[in-house]
């Protein structure tokens, strides 16, 4: 097991070069543990992309997708006092992955 940060996240579902050593990471150590909130950052991470036309819209979408996939089950819990800010953060992600 391996706690990641969306430093880690982004090189391996977008190029660049941390890739390979992200990728190596990934074949050594099969669970990756992070925050849901990392979703949200990546979520920035890849709209920024987006508007910089170095991903597409739909490419962005399969990167979020593949990676909340592959990070939810291994999710630590969130233990916050603002529960609403948990929502409103998901539905923000939500209403720009649909855009």
Do not use: Q
Not at 44 to 73: D, H, M, W
Request: net charge positive.
């Amino acid at each position: 097991m391996v706690v990641v940060d969306t430093n880690i996240i982004v090189p391996l579902y977008v190029r660049s070069a941390s890739t390979d050593a992200v990728k190596e990471l990934r074949g050594r150590e099969e669970i990756w543990r992070t925050d849901p909130f990392a979703l949200i950052e990546f979520s920035n991470v890849l709209i920024t992309y987006e508007r910089a036309r170095y991903l597409t819209a739909g490419k962005a979408r399969e990167c979020l997708g593949n990676a909340e996939s592959f990070l939810r089950p291994h999710y630590f819990p969130l233990r916050t006092r603002l529960p609403w800010i948990w929502r409103f953060a998901t539905e923000l992600l939500a209403t720009t992955a649909a855009s």
